[in-house]
Each structure stands twice: as structure tokens, then as C-alpha cells.
């Protein structure tokens, strides 16, 4: 009866000054898996861009960029209007 057994360990980030648990699995969590913790699927779908500790890092990128205890991430939308 151990339904909330949890025996992964936690890695906290931080997301747009948020701080957010990512469970590290046998692997290193990259920033596709952080990404996917703080981000609606809806959001998923938009256009937006992405800052590792203060640098740039493009899509095609963000399964193989590893992330680290206590990394910042920022996560930049586009602004529509005029």
C-alpha cells in the first residue's frame, strides 16, 4: 500500500524564478524533461525560447543539453500586439 512511494531522487531548477522539483531518473534530466515538468502541453506547441543559466539554446538542442541542480532556466514568449 505504498502508492505515494516515491524512490527517485528530486533535482530542483529554477524556471522563470519558479523553483520546480524534476525526478532524476537513472539518467540526467535534460532541459526537453524540465521543460516538459513546468510547461502546459499547450504552451509545449508555441514558439518560445529558451536561456540555460543565461545562454541561448535552440530547439534541436534542448534533449541533449543536460541540466544541473539549481540551473535557471529562462522561457521567453512572444509578445503579440503592435
Not at 500500500?1 to 533535482?11: E, L, R, V
Not at 524533461?33 to 499547450?42: F, G, K, N, R, S
Not at 532556466?73 to 503592435?82: A, M, N, S, T
Given at each position: 500500500?505504498?502508492?505515494?512511494?516515491?524512490?527517485?531522487?528530486?533535482?530542483k531548477?529554477?524556471?522563470?524564478?519558479?523553483?520546480?522539483?524534476?525526478s532524476v531518473?537513472?539518467?540526467?534530466?535534460?532541459l526537453?524533461?524540465?521543460?516538459?515538468?513546468?510547461?502546459?502541453?499547450?504552451?509545449?506547441q508555441?514558439s518560445?525560447?529558451?536561456?540555460?543559466?543565461?545562454?541561448?539554446?535552440?530547439?534541436a538542442?534542448?534533449?541533449?543539453?543536460?541540466?544541473?541542480?539549481?540551473?535557471s532556466?529562462?522561457?521567453?514568449?512572444?509578445?503579440?500586439?503592435?
Open positions: 500500500m505504498n502508492a505515494n512511494k516515491d524512490d527517485g531522487k528530486k533535482m531548477l529554477f524556471i522563470n524564478g519558479q523553483a520546480i522539483e524534476v531518473e537513472a539518467e540526467k534530466p535534460n526537453l524533461i524540465a521543460l516538459q515538468h513546468y510547461l502546459t502541453p499547450e504552451q509545449q508555441q518560445f525560447a529558451v536561456a540555460l543559466n543565461g545562454d541561448f539554446v535552440g530547439k538542442d534542448y534533449q541533449q543539453t543536460l541540466v544541473n541542480q539549481g540551473d532556466i529562462d522561457v521567453l514568449f512572444p509578445i503579440q500586439g503592435g
